[in-house]
């Protein structure tokens, strides 16, 4: 059975389920080709409110429903995307322009989050608490209702799945709006497992397109939670949004991530790891390794041997060719990419490798000669570009690594006791060390501080259920309480 065939997605899905009409089509475009894959039917305003209104009419019964019910559905979700992950990979490699083992790591992932969102069904969702009167104190977690899921282009499937997959398992119904370059790998391709795995009627709604149902989806009064993974414009906008209506927002945002390289680190060690925390999937990852902060005394060496490795990387079509980089997703984003660099080195860095391009396909980048004030290395770049810039001392490092408004994520590699004293000064949301700023799995809790989001918001039992459910307080007494009047 094929999960996609025949590459026209308009109307439902199932009933209630997908009614992404209104808004007319679009083509399914493959970066790397400029070529067509499909064509995708677009949500207006009024598909969301359609949605939002079966949604929460089918919530209802659904959160009411025993945890070994909606475990059931998350399992065999999970092990539909095992049984079709060839041909999910296939997709994420031709509409996102992801190098295959890039895909295998989000279809993965994406079993994986189906499992572990599985077990948080039955996981304990209250506390007794104390109390002062003669009663039981209770607090226990509800469903929060309708959850908005907003979700970017660059890692499509699991950017979606990490919301989409704890919200159901909690008791919510699920409106989603996959960004519109990937919307079969980031929206279709869940619409179909969940089909398939037996997920009740009007619990998974399908809403692509751009501003306008992104739009219709924070505001639309059925909605009680927005989960958005993207820029930090977007997410203020929604923010502010969310504020004015008395909903929660769930915001992770971008990233600048530092990338110290202490003294006495392995030099070819740190560069492997420096090369894939900034290139892997073409820099176009919140956590990417943007700014590579490395000791004087390793600094040349560093360059070098990273330039090097930069210009043996193949870059091309991942679908027909073995290659280390894809393509950028669009034109617009390659044209934010090249600017960034031209203007950098416009500004006084040298060009150590790469800052070309044929078509979308952009070649690897090493700046080197960079100053914290160059546009490359204090702006995200959201490419694979690697800027590098020179510390002394520690305490330089520890400044110039929290020099940014954004706090995603921090990797540092080399002594440990060193790292250690650094990871506590530097404000972010993640830190690694002995490894590059690039990491996730289902269970840990995941997101930033600062511009780059309002905290951890995502994975494992506790993020998950604070994200996802309600707290209510609960008392009983053994007879009905007395009171003066």
């Excluded at 949301?429 to 989001?453: K, M, R, W, Y």
């Amino acid at each position: 059975m094929s999960l996609l065939d025949p590459g026209v997605w308009t109307g439902k899905i199932f009933d209630g389920g997908w009614v992404a009409a209104d808004g007319g089509t679009y083509a399914v475009t493959e970066p790397a080709t400029g070529g067509t894959l499909g064509t995708i039917g677009q949500a207006g305003a009024a598909d969301v409110a359609r949605a939002a209104r079966s949604a929460a009419a089918a919530q209802r019964d659904w959160a009411a429903r025993t945890y070994e019910e909606r475990a059931a559905v998350l399992r065999r979700a999970g092990r539909l995307f095992e049984d079709h992950a060839a041909e999910v990979e296939e997709w994420l490699v031709r509409e996102a322009g992801s190098i295959p083992p890039k895909a295998q790591l989000e279809a993965h992932f994406a079993a994986n989050l189906c499992y572990e969102s599985a077990a948080l069904a039955s996981h304990p969702q209250g506390i007794v608490l104390p109390s002062a009167q003669p009663r039981w104190s209770l607090s226990r977690r509800r469903p929060a209702g309708v959850v908005s899921v907003i979700a970017p282009f660059n890692f499509p499937l699991i950017l979606s799945m990490r919301s989409v997959a704890p919200a159901l398992a909690l008791g919510n119904a699920v409106l989603l709006k996959p960004d519109p370059r990937t919307a079969v790998c980031g929206g279709v391709v869940l619409a179909r497992i969940f089909q398939e795995a037996g997920l009740p009627e009007g619990l998974l709604h399908l809403l692509p397109g751009g501003r306008e149902p992104g739009e219709a989806v924070v505001s639309a009064p059925e909605v009680r939670v927005v989960s958005f993974t993207g820029s930090t414009a977007a997410g203020r906008a929604i923010g502010e949004v969310c504020g004015r209506l008395l909903k929660r927002a769930h915001l992770e945002l971008g990233g600048n991530n530092a990338l110290i390289v202490l003294p006495g680190a392995n030099v070819p060690d740190a560069v492997s790891a420096a090369a894939w925390g900034a290139f892997l999937h073409q820099g176009q990852i919140c956590m990417t390794s943007g700014r590579h902060l490395v000791h004087e005394s390793l600094h040349e060496e560093y360059v070098a041997a990273l330039a090097d490795k930069a210009d043996k990387l193949a870059v091309g079509d991942p679908h027909t060719a073995p290659v280390a980089l894809g393509p950028i997703i669009d034109q617009g984003q390659l044209a934010h990419v090249d600017g960034l660099v031209r203007d950098t080195v416009a500004a006084g860095a040298r060009l150590a490798a790469g800052g070309t391009h044929e078509g979308l396909f952009y070649r690897p980048t090493v700046l080197a000669e960079v100053t914290p004030d160059m546009p490359a290395y204090a702006q995200e770049v959201f490419g694979p570009v690697a800027p590098v810039v020179p510390f002394s001392t520690a305490e330089e490092a520890i400044a110039l690594a929290s020099d940014s408004e954004y706090g995603l994520s921090l990797g540092i590699l080399g002594d440990v006791g060193q790292a250690m004293k650094i990871a506590d000064a530097v404000q972010t949301g993640l830190v690694h060390i002995n490894d590059q700023t690039v990491n996730d799995e289902p269970v840990v809790p995941f997101g930033g501080v600062a511009a780059s989001g309002n905290g951890s918001r995502f994975g494992g039992p506790h993020a998950n259920i604070e994200a996802f459910t309600e707290a209510q307080w609960v008392t009983v007494r053994g007879e009905i309480a007395t009171y003066p009047f």
